[in-house]
Antibody, heavy 116, light 112 residues
Framework: EVQLEESGGGLVQPGGSLRLSCTAS????????MNWVRQAPGKGLEWLSY????????YYADSVKGRFTISRDNAKNSLHLQMNSLSPGDTGVYYC?????????WGQGALVTVSS | DILLTQTPLSTPVTLGQPASISCRSS???????????LSWLQQRPGQPPRLLIY???KRFSGVPDRFSGSGAGTDFTLKISRVEAEDVGIYYC?????????FGQGTKLEIK
């Protein structure tokens, strides 16, 4: 069974940093690209970042470019999102999701709250 | 960037009746590989998104056949043949033709 589990969410002050992780199981992680998608409270879905299976291709949404860094460790079946210079507008639930053309598997999400 | 516009934004439906949601793209979603990467996702209250339909009309694993997708180019439709109580939630179309990936605003389906 494919499973994705996010961790690392929490409360952080404006200007602070946080690192999210997504642990994958039930499939060959090293063969799949991955994404981060977030959802602000009561709002829709916003794609944030993509990394291919070998980490050779990475994309970011303009809203996070220069502040967020996506990475992965295929040996540990894990995906990461380093988030710096956080602002209240970054508050929301952050999901990791597998693949790009057919995003069929999503984690349960990690809540990030940016507030003083 | 590709903009996806969904209509309606809210749709009250009687149990057992059909429902239809439209998604219009600002650009053609036909990829250079010949596929059209338009998907439909369902998000039930308090749950992560769930893939229903991919490549316009293909049902994902475990999705009931009352859900169907159609369309081409820039205009797409999700249809539910007979709405059930468990179908309450928000439905999003999503394009993966190019980065940045993008989603429609969402359509809230509620029971009348």
């Amino acid at each position: 069974e494919v499973q994705l589990e996010e961790s690392g969410g929490g409360l952080v002050q404006p200007g602070g940093s946080l690192r999210l992780s997504c642990t994958a199981s039930g499939f060959n992680f090293s063969r799949y690209s991955m994404n981060w998608v977030r959802q602000a409270p009561g709002k829709g879905l916003e794609w944030l970042s993509y990394i291919n299976n070998s980490s050779s291709t990475i994309y970011y949404a303009d809203s996070v470019k220069g502040r967020f860094t996506i990475s992965r460790d295929n040996a540990k079946n894990s995906l990461h999102l380093q988030m710096n210079s956080l602002s209240p507008g970054d508050t929301g639930v952050y999901y990791c999701a597998r693949d790009w053309g057919i995003i069929g598997y999503w984690g349960q999400g990690a809540l990030v709250t940016v507030s003083s | 960037d590709i903009l996806l516009t969904q209509t309606p934004l809210s749709t009250p439906v009687t149990l057992g009746q059909p429902a239809s949601i439209s998604c219009r793209s600002s650009h053609s979603l036909v990829h250079s590989d010949g596929n059209t990467y338009l998907s439909w996702l369902q998000q039930r209250p308090g749950q992560p998104p769930r893939l229903l339909i991919y490549k316009i009309s293909k049902r994902f694993s475990g999705v009931p056949d009352r859900f169907s997708g159609s369309g081409a180019g820039t205009d797409f439709t999700l249809k539910i043949s007979r709405v059930e109580a468990e179908d309450v939630g928000i439905y999003y179309c999503m394009q993966a033709k190019q980065f940045p990936l993008s989603f429609g605003q969402g359509t809230k389906l509620e029971i009348k």
